[in-house]
């Protein structure tokens, strides 16, 4: 596995998410301030919610605002008071000479079932 550039370890303020493309793989990238920074799939392991949109970064807590699923960053378990049995799966990151590095040699993916919805109709 090789080390890719992600962005510049300044590009994120801490406590915050970005998405970033490293050839052609979408990442999202959390600041979690003095622990460093967390490089994991764009898509929520509950629902496949875009977490550049739901995901909200709490010290090393990342919650989905869809469902309220949380997971600790740092390891990629699950975390919180809803069910969830998920781990968050997590590209390997380091920072060097400024730069955010990960080894991203493809896409990680959830197994997602397909009969779960949420959109229940009357």
Known sequence: MTWKRVCSAGDI?????APFVVDGITVIVA????????????????????????????????????????WNMRTGEPTGPEENDRELLRYESRVEGGELLARIDGELVYEHEDDEDDDFEW
């Open 13 to 17: 303020e801490p406590g915050r998410l």
């Open 31 to 70: 600041n979690l301030g003095d622990d460093g920074f967390s490089v994991f799939p764009p898509s929520c392991p509950h629902m496949e919610e875009p977490l550049d949109q739901s995901g909200i970064c709490a010290g090393l807590i990342l919650t989905c605002s869809k469902h309220l699923h949380q």
